[in-house]
Structure formats: structure tokens, C-alpha cells
């Protein structure tokens, strides 16, 4: 047991290892490029004086991510994420015992959500990278509207073409400022549409709009710098996203081909047969906790690569 144990502690070695050399420069890179945008937005915020936004709710992260929208979204996510980590949990406490059932427990009721916010940042990944259409819109159509920044906003909804998210988000923009009866409205309409972009230059670009509806200040110098801002930001992105492929489709392939090594392996070297190691791969509490963990290693795995390759195009 002894042995055993350690054999699968220097398998369990072997694979952060890995994982490590495949995306240590990456992340750290990925790493310091945040800390530098945070740092950015920190200094700019307080320069332009705008107010921090209200943390973002689950209700709004549901409604931006999936389209769950009205007053019971929240519950309904809630209560099915709880009834599925009860589900998978119970249901490994009795085949496997209290370990892999709490685990069980704990990555299904997590899985809902990390998914939810995994489609949201894609869906900000793909608004950011329509960022030089819409700021270039919108900077024409705030001079051809006068500085009337609300009429602006729904002529660049109504007439951006090769946006199609910008126009979305634009239209349900234009949608609740018309609506709004104050100023509270206005901030949270503002809001939502910068968690629809969260990034730097979506900050700023919010700072703007609240500027320009709220106290009337005309924008225009701040959203030319924000467009040539953008503008570098794109060939920095296209540098980027070479510098990143190559380890991203490693890893797309390393787990099929450690679960082909694994079989050559036992069949080959060990003279076990395809029945057997599925037996006890899967029949025994060792070896599905082996697996359990290799595949949560490797969805983790592709996680970090989504967020790694997959950059928001930001200044």
C-alpha cells in the first residue's frame, strides 16, 4: 500500500509538473498583464473621479451569461445547483465513501456556476474584441448627435453592422436609459453594461457615459484616446494569441493520450485485460479517485487555457 501510494504521489507529481511547464509562462504572464490593467484602472478611476460600481449580482451574471433573467433566476440557480451537488454526492458517499463524496459534492455544486461565469467570459472575450467597431461608432455618432450622448448610443445600435454583440448590448442600453426615471436607473443601466465588457477601456468608456448623461461633460478627447488605445491593444492581442497556441493544443490532446497510455500500459506491461482495468479503474475506490482526479486536473487544465488563450482585447 505503501508503494502504492507513492507511485500514484509521483503520478500526481508528474502531472502538475506538467501542467506547470505547459502554462507557467503563460499565467505569469497572463499575471502580471492583470496587475498591471488593474493598477491602470485604479489610477484612471481616480483620476476621472467616477464612482466604484456595485458588485455585480448573480442575477445579472445570469442574465448576461445564459439570458436567466426575472426576480426567482437567482433561487431557481440556486436550488438546482444544490439538488445536483446533493444528487452526486450522495451518490458517490455510497459507492465510494465519505471522501469522494464530499468531493462529489463539492465539484458538482461548483460545476453550474463556474460554468456560468465560464460562458460569461467568453462572452466579454467576444464584446472586447468588437471594441474598436463600437468606440469608433460611437465616437462618430457623439459628434454627428452634437454631444447628445443617449441619442448617440441608439444611433451606433441601430447602425453598426459588423458588431453584433456591441449591438446588442448597445440596443438594451438604449432600452433602459429611455426607460429610466432617475439617476439610480441610469447607474445600474451603465453598470450592467460594463459587466457585459468588464475590461479597462469598458470602464472608462462607462465613466463616459455617466459623465455625459449625468452632468452633461462632452467626451469626445476620452473616447479618442480610448479608440487609439484599442487600436494597440488589437496588435498586442494578435502577438498574444500565437505566443499561445501551441500549448494550448498540447493540452487539448494530453488527456486522451494518458488514457491510451494507461491501457497500453496495463495491457501490454502488466497482461491485464480491457475488462480487468476497467474494473479497476472504475469498480474500485483507488482507481475511480485516480481517475476522478485526473479528469478534474485536466477540465481545470483546459480552464486555464480558455482564460490563457482566450485574452479580452484590452488597453
Not at 469608433?136 to 457623439?142: A, F, K, P, Q, S
Not at 429611455?178 to 460594463?194: C, M, Q
Not at 449625468?214 to 476620452?222: C, K, N, P, Q, R
Request: charged residues 20%; glycine residues 6%.
Amino acid at each position: 500500500m505503501n508503494k502504492l501510494s507513492a507511485i500514484t504521489a509521483a503520478l500526481d507529481l508528474l502531472l502538475l509538473s506538467g501542467i506547470f511547464l505547459l502554462f507557467g509562462p503563460s499565467v505569469k504572464s497572463l499575471a502580471q498583464e492583470k496587475a498591471s490593467q488593474r493598477k491602470l484602472r485604479s489610477l484612471a478611476q481616480a483620476a476621472a473621479g467616477f464612482r466604484r460600481p456595485d458588485r455585480p449580482s448573480l442575477s445579472d451574471i445570469l442574465a448576461l451569461a445564459v439570458g436567466l433573467k426575472g426576480s426567482h433566476a437567482e433561487a431557481l440557480f440556486v436550488g438546482l445547483s444544490t439538488v445536483l451537488a446533493l444528487a452526486a454526492g450522495l451518490l458517490l458517499f455510497a459507492a465510494y465513501g465519505p471522501g469522494t463524496g464530499l468531493l462529489g459534492f463539492l465539484c458538482a455544486g461548483l460545476a453550474p456556476y463556474l460554468l456560468v461565469r465560464t460562458r460569461l467570459q467568453n462572452k466579454q472575450v467576444d464584446v472586447s474584441r468588437e471594441g474598436e467597431q463600437l468606440l469608433t461608432e460611437l465616437l462618430n455618432n457623439y459628434r454627428i448627435c452634437r454631444f447628445n450622448m443617449r441619442e448617440a448610443v441608439e444611433r451606433t445600435a441601430l447602425s453598426i453592422e459588423e458588431a453584433p454583440l456591441s449591438k446588442k448590448l448597445l440596443l438594451s442600453l438604449s432600452r433602459e436609459l429611455n426607460a429610466a426615471s432617475g439617476t439610480a436607473e441610469v447607474r445600474k443601466a451603465i453598470d450592467r453594461f460594463r459587466l457585459a465588457i468588464s475590461t479597462s477601456w469598458g470602464d472608462l468608456l462607462a465613466a463616459d457615459l455617466e459623465f455625459a448623461e449625468l452632468d452633461g461633460i462632452v467626451v469626445t478627447e476620452s473616447l479618442k484616446d480610448l479608440v487609439s488605445g484599442i487600436a494597440d491593444a488589437r496588435r498586442k492581442l494578435e502577438q498574444n494569441r500565437r505566443e499561445t497556441s501551441d500549448s494550448a493544443a498540447v493540452l487539448k490532446y494530453l488527456f486522451p493520450a494518458t488514457c491510451l497510455m494507461i491501457w497500453v500500459g496495463a495491457v501490454f506491461c502488466f497482461g491485464m485485460t480491457t475488462r480487468q482495468l476497467l474494473h479497476n479503474q472504475f469498480a474500485t475506490r483507488t482507481g475511480f479517485a485516480w481517475f476522478l482526479g485526473l479528469a478534474l486536473s485536466y477540465l481545470l487544465s483546459l480552464m486555464i487555457s480558455a482564460f490563457v488563450a482566450r485574452q479580452k482585447m484590452d488597453i
